[in-house]
């Protein structure tokens, strides 16, 4: 069976683990966790960044520093994964769903201002496959109705919009490093980035269990203790040591993903000029990260046949998102403002083809023969 996913691994993770090991000092904020700092830092051009757990606990810890509190309202696309929306309800907060784009299944940006009420406190908006939602004028947006904006770039290392990295773009970003993205801790990790200046002390706070332990150590108090709410969101260093192994080759991996990307595209693109199938759209100020490759097909029906047939071919593809507003939680703690034009419908169509680094060139071949036999091809 072809693989949907793999975690990545560029060669030197395991020894990077072992030099980590070999400190005796492997817990958060150590040798590993202060490169891949560092490196990031540089990269994506932030002053503040901050390695966490999990993408999950990155947007709890921007709930938390935003004070989100009972009965605030959190705009967003349906069309996500559930820690997108968690997050906030954990808080108290209510959810306000907005439509997505049927060109990039991002959170339609023109819809935004309808869904807006006096107890509105941020717009979360999700790059999807990593192409960046409409940044400019959801920015604006939030300028005027004076909201915060937290970027779930989960699935977006690497991807740009108008030349910034996304997840700098707004008041807070947040990044996974989930085995199945496109960068990887040891399994399970994530980064928020603190783009506002005044969110940055806080939220060293926040991540040391509510102390200021990370201003102790910076010799900025004298002692410290419990001053703030806060959890233990702090990645171990051996998780950030198997990171940096990824980190060290990350425009390669990139290339790599984005090559097999073009591959796909390529060697699909005339099902979609003959009608059978849409290709993804990239916007042209959008720089991608070939996070995932998808394709959309006529209908529900369709999409479950063509998964039944890859699988018959032992290959494993995937759709995704159940859209969160008609789940048993999202009726609880949310509402969808406006119609639903697009979510349902667009989400039923698309499926996703394997992608991960190094997937070989002749897989990426016997999968796109698959997917056009299919279609009689
Ligand atoms: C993967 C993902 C998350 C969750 O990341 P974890 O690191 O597993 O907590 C959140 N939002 C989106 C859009 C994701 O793709």
């Known amino acids: 069976m072809i693989r949907f996913s793999k975690a990545c691994i560029a060669g030197n993770e395991l020894k990077y683990i072992q030099e980590s090991m070999q400190t005796?000092?492997?817990?958060?904020?150590?040798?590993?966790?202060?490169?891949?700092?560092?490196?990031?830092?540089?990269?994506?051009?932030?002053?503040?960044?901050?390695?966490?757990?999990?993408?999950?606990?990155?947007?709890?810890?921007?709930?938390?520093?935003?004070?989100?509190?009972?009965?605030?309202?959190?705009?967003?696309?349906?069309?996500?994964?559930?820690?997108?929306?968690?997050?906030?309800?954990?808080?108290?907060a209510k959810i306000v769903f907005v439509d997505i784009r049927p060109d990039t299944m991002n959170i339609d940006e023109t819809k935004i201002e309808k869904a807006i009420t006096p107890k509105t406190k941020v717009i979360v908006p999700v790059h999807y496959a990593g192409v960046a939602c409409e940044m400019d004028r959801i920015m604006d947006i939030a300028k005027k109705y004076n909201l915060f904006v937290v970027e779930d770039a989960a699935q977006s290392m690497m991807s740009r919009y108008k030349n910034k990295a996304l997840g700098t773009i707004g008041h807070l970003g947040a990044f996974s490093f989930h085995e199945t993205k496109n960068y990887t801790s040891a399994g399970e990790g994530g980064l928020l980035l603190v783009n506002d200046e005044k969110f940055k002390e806080r939220a060293d706070i926040i991540r040391e269990k509510g102390t200021n332990r990370s201003l102790f150590f910076r010799g900025m108090v004298d002692k410290y203790s419990w001053v703030d709410i806060g959890s233990s969101y702090l990645m171990n260093d051996i998780s950030a040591a198997y990171l940096w192994g990824n980190l060290e080759f990350a425009d390669e991996i990139n290339q790599n993903r984005l090559n097999s990307w073009q591959k796909y595209y390529d060697g699909l693109k005339n099902l979609e000029d003959k009608g059978l199938i849409q290709l993804p759209i990239i916007p042209k100020e959008c720089i991608q990260n070939a996070h995932m490759f998808y394709l959309k097909v006529k209908d529900l029906n369709e999409r479950t046949k063509l998964i039944e047939y890859l699988k018959q071919n032992d290959i494993y593809a995937v759709f995704h998102y159940i859209p969160l507003h008609n789940s048993e939680a999202g009726l609880r703690f949310s509402r969808f403002s406006g119609k639903d034009i697009f979510t349902t419908n667009e989400s039923e169509k698309l499926i996703r083809l394997p992608m991960y680094y190094g997937l070989e060139a002749s897989i990426i071949t016997k999968i796109i023969k698959t997917v056009k036999s299919f279609f009689g091809i």
Do not use: Q
């Open 24 to 92: 005796f000092s492997i817990s958060g904020d150590n040798l590993f966790t202060k490169k891949c700092h560092k490196w990031f830092e540089e990269r994506l051009n932030c002053k503040k960044v901050l390695l966490t757990t999990s993408c999950t606990h990155a947007l709890e810890m921007a709930a938390i520093l935003l004070d989100i509190k009972k009965d605030d309202e959190i705009i967003m696309p349906s069309y996500t994964f559930v820690s997108t929306a968690n997050a906030f309800v954990l808080r108290g």
